[in-house]
């Protein structure tokens, strides 16, 4: 199971990105995918997650009506995009995958660190004028 992370940079607050998580090695539809974050000097925390089999979602809050996580069967690619960027949201963005069957809880209920043992190296955003 591989998980690749791309679409990271510098943006200006306001401004927008789309990272993009490609996955090979296992079953999309199995799994559940979860967008994290991690900024210097706090812990890594749930963005967004997505059933890859249905698609239901689950945002944190500070996120709602801002980001939009969605996949791509096909191209066995899950997406964030992220608009109105703020300069909290500045972090490493990881994507990291859990069998659905293993969740603690449903996927609209949020995403928990520990149900997801596969992970991506992480791509960095920062929101910066």
């Known amino acids: 199971l591989q998980l690749v992370e791309s679409g990271g940079g510098l943006v200006q607050p306001g401004g927008s990105l789309r990272l993009s998580c490609a996955a090979s090695g296992f079953t999309l539809d199995d799994y559940a995918i979860g967008w994290f974050r991690q900024a210097p000097g706090k812990e890594r925390e749930g963005v967004s997650c997505i059933s890859a089999s249905d698609g239901r979602t689950y945002y944190r809050d500070s996120v709602k009506g801002r980001f939009a996580i969605n996949r791509d069967k096909g191209e066995m690619t899950v997406y964030l995009q992220m608009n109105s960027l703020k300069p909290e949201d500045t972090a490493v963005y990881y994507c990291?995958?859990?069998?659905?069957?293993?969740?603690?809880?449903?996927?609209?209920?949020?995403?928990?660190?520990?149900?997801?043992?596969?992970w991506g190296q992480g791509t960095q955003v920062t929101v910066s004028s």
């Open positions: 990291a995958a859990a069998p659905l069957w293993t969740l603690r809880k449903p996927v609209q209920s949020g995403c928990a660190e520990i149900d997801f043992g596969s």
